[in-house]
Each structure stands twice: as structure tokens, then as C-alpha cells.
């Protein structure tokens, strides 16, 4: 028999978190590697999904998502950031931050364009880029603060280039871009007439006052910006996979149409559900970000009586811990042996790399987790 792969899935290896999790079955280690929260949801948001179902929310929703959740974004996204989009033509709600990702690249990137992406990256941008054809330039964020070179950025722009990534707060390093980060980025995409994707779905997790800054707020830039973002991590529910996306009309239009032919529409009790969220935001908002930062302050303390370096998180619920000199041979040995050897579950993060070997040198801990779990979990990092 033939094979019948198609091309463009031969390169695609397993997910690390795949390797990872398996391993974390194997040898029941504590596990402080996968992305997810296992802090319950918020009560009323469960409660309003099961309503929805019970009151027969159960069909079809419209394409762009049920104007209620889209009315709710649109009045949040104006008190946060004065960000004023218009539900109807200008918010669409997608089957969480994934499917918006795979709809905005498949609208824009053709054959040859070439997109930059910031490394570490969610490997989901790379692999998007490659499946539409385009050709991923990496830019590295570079450890301690993960600050990015402007030479380096300047260089990787060329008459190919169509889009810029940017994703903050970040996954893995919890890096926040500064304004003047920002500025820098809006002013090369305005010069080079360039698009702009900023992944924001951990916008409400920042910390030690820092303040996370849409880059559509930018002179100028809302125009080319398409934003994106996650109930998922907001209300801290990833299973329930509704994301969405904001940008003026003339951009959503074109995303609209990958956006009918890959999910259609997403399920209808999950956007009743966060709609409910987004209406009890304010009072859930100041708690939230409480508990975030008590994980985050309780994980830097701990992980500071470890050999392990920590580099300083301000954002998202990831930091990156760096390996001390000569215990390992590098992150995937290293991570690999704490979960066999201490029972503990880190990411490697060298395959969120593809130009700096920096990633060899640092394990990506998730701080989403039960205090108990944080504790344990970090405990079984003491070694040597
Ligand atoms: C930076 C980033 N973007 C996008 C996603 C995907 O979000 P969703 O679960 O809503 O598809 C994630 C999930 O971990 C993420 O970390």
C-alpha cells in the first residue's frame, strides 16, 4: 500500500507533552508540567453551563459566537483598555485561543509569506505557519528578564514578511512586554506595513502591579492588530475550549471564512457559561488575581531554597527555572530523571526553540496547581 500522508504532517513530531505525560502516568510523579489549573472553576460558571443545558441551549450557536458573550468582551475590553470593538463585526468567538490562532494565520499567511515569531514560543504558532506555508523567522527572547535583541528583530524583517507574534503575558517564560517593547514592534509593523497576532489569553494574569498592555492600544495599530484571547484561562476552565478574537472588520471578515469551514461554531452551554463569567467579572477579577499571585509568590519562595535558578515570572501562570551546571546533561535528561528519579513533573523547554539553545538550560514549571501540589511538587526539586 502507498503511503497516503500527506506531506505537510511528516515533519510533526510527538508533543513534548505527550512524552511527559505519559511519563508522569508511569511513575505517578507530582505534576508541575502541564499547563492547566487543577483549582476548581467558578461555581457560578458551572452553574450557568449546567442552566444552559437544562434550559435547552444545545444546538447550533450563531458562526461568530452568541451576541451576548460577544456584548459582554466588547463592554470588558472597553472598561479594561478603552479598546471599543463592535460585537457584531468585530469579536468572534472560536473554539478557544487554538482554532482562533489556526483562523488568523489561515486567513493572511500564503505560501512564502514569512511571519516572526518570538522563541520560546506556544508551539502552535510555528506549527500553524508551516501547515498555511509560510516560513517562521525566530526571534529569540533571551533569558534573564527574556528581553529580545532590536538588531536581532530588525534583521529577521524582510520584503517576505507579513505578520509579527507576539504573545503577552508569555508562555513559558512569564515574561510581560514593557511598553517600549511594544512601541518598537508597533513602530517596525507600521514602517513595513506588517499584521500583527498578539496571543493575550493570560491578559488577566499579571502581577506585582504590573499591568499587561494590549498592543492594539498603540498609536495606530488597531487597524493591523488582531487579538486574541481565552475564557479558558481567565475563568481558569481550560476543558471548556471557548477563545476568542478581536479586530476591526476588514481582518475579521477574512478570518470569519477560515473560521466557518474549521469549527463552524462552538458549543453553545460553554458560551452561555462564560457569558455568565463575564458578568460577575468585576467582583471575580480582584479574586483571581489574588490567588495568582499568592501561587506565584509561594512557588518563587520555594523554588528559591532549591539549587535551581528562578527567573522572575510577571505574568501568565509559567516561569522558567534554570538547571544548575553539570547535574544534567540538558533539559530533556534533566527532566526526564525528576520524574523518574524525584517524582516530579517539569517541560523541557528546548522544543519551544529554534535558533538558541537556551532552552537546554531551563525547565518550564506550571504554577496553576493546589498549594499541596506546589509544596510536594516543589520539595521533590531539592537535590545533589
Ligand atoms: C500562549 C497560549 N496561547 C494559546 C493557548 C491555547 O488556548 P486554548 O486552550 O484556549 O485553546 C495556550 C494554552 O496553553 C497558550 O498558553
Redesign the pocket.
Known amino acids: 500500500m502507498k503511503d497516503f500522508r500527506a506531506k505537510r504532517i511528516l515533519s510533526m513530531s510527538t508533543s513534548i507533552f505527550s512524552t511527559m505525560s505519559e511519563l508522569t502516568r508511569q511513575y505517578n510523579s507530582v505534576n508541575l508540567g502541564q499547563?492547566?489549573p487543577d483549582i476548581p472553576g467558578p461555581e457560578f460558571v458551572k452553574n450557568s453551563a449546567c442552566d444552559a443545558i437544562r434550559n435547552d441551549k444545545n444546538q447550533y450557536a450563531p458562526s461568530d459566537g452568541i451576541l451576548s458573550l460577544r456584548k459582554l468582551i466588547s463592554e470588558i475590553d472597553a472598561k479594561q483598555y478603552n479598546l471599543n470593538w463592535d460585537p457584531t463585526s468585530e469579536i468572534t468567538i472560536t473554539?478557544?485561543?487554538?482554532?482562533?490562532?489556526f483562523a488568523s494565520i489561515h486567513a493572511f499567511i500564503e505560501p512564502g509569506d514569512e511571519v516572526i515569531i518570538f522563541e520560546p514560543f506556544?508551539d502552535?504558532y510555528d506549527a500553524d505557519v508551516l501547515l498555511a506555508g509560510g516560513i517562521p523567522k525566530y526571534v529569540t527572547l533571551n533569558k534573564p528578564d527574556f528581553s529580545y535583541d532590536k538588531e536581532e528583530l530588525n534583521n529577521q524583517i524582510s520584503d517576505k514578511t507579513k505578520m509579527i507574534i507576539v504573545?503577552t503575558p508569555?508562555?513559558p517564560t512569564g515574561k510581560v512586554f514593557t511598553y517600549e517593547e511594544l512601541d518598537y514592534i508597533a513602530k517596525l509593523a507600521i514602517e513595513n506595513d506588517l499584521l500583527v497576532l498578539s496571543?493575550e489569553?493570560?491578559e488577566y494574569l499579571t502581577f506585582d502591579g504590573v499591568k499587561h498592555i494590549p498592543i492594539a492600544t498603540l498609536p495606530e495599530m488597531k487597524k493591523r492588530t488582531i487579538t486574541?484571547s481565552?475564557?479558558?484561562?481567565t475563568f481558569g476552565m481550560?476543558g471548556w475550549?471557548?477563545?476568542y478574537i478581536c479586530a476591526l472588520e476588514h481582518l475579521t471578515q477574512a478570518i470569519r471564512k477560515i473560521h466557518q469551514w474549521t469549527a463552524f461554531c462552538i458549543n453553545t452551554p460553554g458560551q452561555h457559561a462564560m457569558a455568565e463569567g463575564f458578568k460577575q467579572f468585576e467582583s471575580y477579577l480582584p479574586e483571581f488575581h489574588k490567588l495568582y499571585q499568592q501561587k506565584k509568590d509561594l512557588s518563587v519562595k520555594l523554588l528559591n531554597e532549591t539549587p535551581f535558578e528562578v527567573y522572575q515570572p510577571y505574568g501568565?501562570y509559567f516561569l522558567m527555572i534554570g538547571i544548575p551546571n553539570g547535574m544534567f546533561l540538558n533539559d530533556v535528561d534533566a527532566a526526564t530523571r525528576l520524574i523518574k528519579e524525584n517524582g516530579v513533573t517539569t517541560i523541557p523547554p528546548s522544543c519551544f526553540y529554534k535558533k538558541s539553545d537556551e532552552g537546554k538550560t531551563m525547565l518550564r514549571i506550571c504554577f496553576a496547581k493546589q498549594d499541596e501540589t506546589l509544596i510536594e511538587g516543589i520539595k521533590r526539586l531539592q537535590i545533589g
Open positions: 499547563g492547566f473554539a478557544g485561543a487554538t482554532e482562533a490562532l506556544y502552535a504573545n508569555h508562555n496571543d489569553v493570560y486574541i481565552s475564557t479558558g484561562k481550560t475550549k471557548v477563545g501568565s
